[in-house]
């Protein structure tokens, strides 16, 4: 980790991505997005369903082609860069996904799962893999008795852990969280949001956080942009955003959102 | 990290499971299901025939004896090589029976395997890229799809030398559409899979995604497959054999004894009818089999396979 660098982590200048609709027509998705991400940060962008928040960081991560626009990582143009050569810059974005459900391999066992990545990553293969797992889900609140365990056999909550518990693996910069409890109990949810918050802190990770649970931005967010329809309505800190919402799409989502 | 609240304190945390995994677990669920554990003693059964016996009977199972011929069975007057009788040149049965089960068994298995093995990695190419190598392969299938397997079969080893090699691969060819496009189907759905996109974000390549993440599940779908096929490949080989340009004696597998006894089915039931109860319950122990396997290597599923003791399922 390199969080000593001045500078922003993430550059994002004019990103753009289209999807190719049928009979030629295109869905505008993301359009001339720009914003910078600081280290220890956590950015939020908010906005309802189908607003694009969510190709947003697939199109950052490249997950998702973006069509035009520039994402810079420290310096690095990931975007200017081929598949191959992009590679080796996975590890230090890592993503987290809506639903535990589905973003954890039905087939592998915890202890896969986790140790999965260095198989890529061979540099950051640790001597005792095991042992390793065993600390990570340590660090994200689990038993190691989990580690032979499947993704059925835990719960929602547990599963996000293991998601989170991989992704740390690879010692990540920062991490895209694409509403990273929305698909959790309620109850759960606030043991996830502390955990995230906990890890920021002890290893100085960026965060950018997609979600649309406003109270839970607020809570969780330095600055905010809010979405609509693929374009970026508003830009502020969160203090800023919601005493003092100067879009009128914004405080008809404040508006909307009761238990502020 | 003292701060972060354990998940252990939180929410239920099954403890040890000891609920075994693996290997052990298989064996341990197909003790408790009669219909698979019969087929698998039968084809464990037919394996073993197979594979030990025919050297030693080989001389005895070939000759010919024509005081004998249509000899019928359930009668140790003759030995108990002749316990199941004879057929039309004195030849006993019941070791044809077994030199068959070798033909058979070699012919039908090496074909299955290789068809699915092409098919099943030919498919998920095909699924996972699309584009222009998923619609030369698919072009190909619905080619391949429109030939009769048999005719091109009989085609192809009327041309080349009738051998076991060339059986084996005829009735692979004509089969690994099959497979591709079951690969293919699931391939396609489970590109979409979010898991994907998670292996995607931590920098797997295509063909490890293709390796890890979609063969594991596409295995049992073709395994399935793969022993239905199993079936009609068996009866495939079998009437190619009958046609003359399958097996040749002093070879011999399951289907040329059915075709051979053909003639004298109204004198001598047995000749074909053995051979033939041979074909059917190695299909039906084989389909069984796969329809079990299927079901209990899916972690869903497995409850259906597995009796827990009262209480003991706990909240996932």
Same mark, same amino acid.
Request: negative net charge; charged residues 15%; without cysteine.
């Given at each position: 980790m390199q969080a000593d660098q001045p500078g922003p982590v993430l550059e994002v200048r004019g990103l753009r991505t289209v999807f190719d609709g049928r009979g030629g027509r295109e869905t505008v998705a993301v359009d001339d997005a720009s914003f910078d991400v600081a280290p220890g940060q956590c950015l939020a962008v908010v906005g309802e369903s189908g607003s694009g928040k969510s190709t947003l960081a697939r199109s950052v991560l490249r997950l998702v082609e973006p069509t035009a626009g520039r994402v810079r990582y420290r310096g690095t143009d990931l975007t200017a860069l081929d598949r191959r050569a992009l590679r080796p810059y996975r590890r230090h974005l890592q993503m987290i996904f809506q639903d535990p459900?589905? !973003? *954890?391999?039905p087939r592998q066992s915890v202890l896969r799962l986790v140790s999965e990545p260095w198989r890529i990553h061979r540099d950051l293969m640790p001597e005792d893999p095991c042992a390793r797992v065993a600390e990570l889900l340590e660090q994200v609140g689990m038993p190691p008795a989990v580690i032979d365990m499947h993704p059925t056999q835990l719960s929602g909550g547990q599963r996000q852990r293991v998601a989170i &518990?991989?992704? *740390? $693996? #690879?010692?990540?910069?920062?991490?895209? *969280?694409?509403?990273?409890?929305?698909? =959790?109990?309620?109850?759960? %949810?606030a043991q996830v949001i502390a955990l995230l918050m906990e890890l920021q802190q002890s290893l100085g990770l960026t965060y950018l956080f997609i979600s649309h649970d406003l109270a839970l931005v607020r809570l969780v967010a330095s600055e905010v942009i809010v979405m609509h329809h693929g374009v970026f309505v508003e830009t502020g800190t969160t203090e800023r955003v919601f005493e003092d919402p100067r879009d009128e799409y914004t405080r008809s989502l404040l508006a909307a959102s009761p238990h502020l | 990290m003292s701060s972060v609240p354990a998940a252990s304190e939180l929410e239920v945390v099954p403890a040890a499971d000891p609920r075994p995994t693996g290997g052990r677990l298989t064996v341990h669920r197909l003790l408790r299901s009669p219909s698979a554990l019969l087929s698998a003693s039968w084809l464990a059964f037919l394996v073993v025939v197979a594979v030990a016996l025919p050297p030693f009977v080989e001389t005895?199972?070939?000759? %010919?004896? #024509?005081? *004998?011929?249509? +000899?019928?069975?359930?009668s140790l007057d003759e030995g108990f090589a002749f316990v199941l009788g004879a057929d039309s040149l004195g030849r006993p049965e019941l070791l044809q029976l077994v030199m068959g089960t070798r033909s058979s068994l070699l012919v039908a298995v090496t074909a299955v395997a290789a068809a699915a093995v092409v $098919?099943?990695? =030919? $498919?998920? /190419? !095909?699924?996972?890229?699309? $584009?222009? /190598?998923?619609e030369i392969l698919m072009r190909i299938a619905d /080619?391949?799809?429109t030939i009769p397997s048999l005719l091109l079969a009989l085609a192809v080893l009327y041309v080349l030398q009738p051998s076991v090699g060339n059986l084996v691969i005829v009735l692979a060819v004509t089969r690994v559409p099959v497979y591709l496009r079951t690969a293919r189907a699931e391939a396609?759905? +489970?590109r979409e899979r979010v898991f994907v996109e998670s292996s995607r974000a931590v920098g797997a390549r295509d063909w490890r995604i293709i390796r890890t993440d979609l063969a594991p599940l596409v295995v049992p779908t073709i395994r399935t497959v793969a022993m239905l096929e199993l079936a009609? /490949?068996?009866?495939?080989? &079998?009437?190619?054999?009958? =046609?003359g340009i399958g097996l040749q004696r002093p070879d011999v597998d399951w289907g040329m004894m059915v075709a051979d006894g053909r003639a004298y089915l109204a004198s001598a039931w047995w000749v074909t009818v053995l051979p033939g109860v041979a074909i059917v319950l190695t299909a039906l122990a084989a389909n #069984?089999?796969?329809?079990?396997?299927?079901? &209990?290597?899916?972690?869903? %599923?497995a409850a259906r396979f597995v009796r827990r003791p009262r209480g003991g399922r706990r909240a996932a």
């Open positions: 459900y589905a !973003s *954890l391999h &518990a991989r992704a *740390l $693996g #690879l010692e990540p910069d920062v991490l895209v *969280l694409d509403e990273p409890v929305s698909a =959790l109990d309620v109850s759960i %949810q | 005895a199972a070939n000759r %010919q004896d #024509l005081s *004998l011929r249509l +000899l019928p069975p359930f $098919g099943m990695a =030919l $498919g998920l /190419v !095909s699924g996972y890229f699309g $584009g222009w /190598v998923d /080619v391949m799809h396609l759905a +489970l009609s /490949v068996l009866l495939a080989a &079998a009437g190619l054999s009958f =046609l #069984l089999l796969s329809n079990w396997l299927r079901a &209990a290597e899916d972690p869903a %599923q």
